[in-house]
T-cell receptor, first 116, second 113 residues
Framework: GENVEQHPSTLSVQEGDSAVIKCTYS??????FPWYKQELGKRPQLIID?????GEKKDQRIAVTLNKTAKHFSLHITETQPEDSAVYFC???????????????FGRGTQLTVWP | NAGVMQNPRHLVRRRGQEARLRCSPM?????VYWYRQLPEEGLKFMVY????????ESGMPKERFSAEFPKEGPSILRIQQVVRGDSAAYFC???????????FGQGTRLTVV
């Protein structure tokens, strides 16, 4: 099955700096890579995702890059703000019966702290 | 659209009792997924259901845990004879189909005392 590794586990940056979180996956058949943001005590929220037919996707201050050859994908947040502070999770689909984008392996998460 | 609704938000059970967690998917969504999140860890897939069918329960513990998604009503995750190790946040997600992303509910935080 899929194995998703996420680094770093904690990340502290100054407001305005950039933050980068990296994930690797093992299943070369994986074709969908979402990123979730989870604030303390709240639900995971999908912030951006990328499919395997593109190498990069941007949405305002957030971007995700995908390297299929190396089997890794990264989340980039530019011009960070204190409200970006949260735990960020990467994920990749599980293989098996009933292919679906909702059945995911999650990384262990990165606690991002943005200092004002 | 009210989003994925889970209840209760918080549930306290004594060891040996049963816990029932409910999930109403978003309108138009027929695919439901349950995840468990232990403190300071990522989410772990438990079970994937469609109406009246369990599609994949490979992440469910073999004993005490069961899930259903009846034709009418919410999906239910049932934990029998709870133990302290069952204390966690349980999240439900739903999607309209297999090729679209899933959206999470607010979760049920189960505490076993």
């Amino acid at each position: 099955g899929e194995n998703v590794e996420q680094h770093p586990s904690t990340l502290s940056v100054q407001e305005g700096d950039s933050a980068v979180i990296k994930c690797t996956y093992s299943d070369s058949a994986s074709n969908y890579f979402p990123w979730y943001k989870q604030e303390l005590g709240k639900r995971p929220q999908l912030i951006i995702d990328i499919r395997s037919n593109v190498g990069e996707k941007k949405d305002q201050r957030i971007a995700v890059t995908l390297n299929k050859t190396a089997k890794h994908f990264s989340l980039h947040i530019t011009e960070t703000q204190p409200e970006d502070s949260a735990v960020y999770f990467c994920a990749a689909p599980r293989s098996g019966r009933g292919s679906t984008l909702g059945r995911l392996y999650f990384g262990r998460g990165t606690q991002l702290t943005v200092w004002p | 659209n009210a989003g994925v609704m889970q209840n209760p938000r918080h549930l306290v059970r004594r060891r040996g009792q049963e816990a029932r967690l409910r999930c109403s998917p978003m309108k138009g969504h027929s695919h439901v997924y349950w995840y468990r999140q232990l403190p300071e860890e990522g989410l772990k897939f438990m079970v994937y259901l469609q109406k009246e069918n369990i599609i994949d329960e490979s992440g469910m513990p073999k004993e005490r845990f069961s899930a259903e998604f009846p034709k009418e009503g919410p999906s239910i995750l049932r934990i029998q004879q709870v133990v302290r190790g069952d204390s966690a946040a349980y999240f439900c997600a739903s999607s309209p189909g297999p090729g679209t992303e899933a959206f999470f509910g607010q979760g049920t935080r189960l505490t076993v005392v």
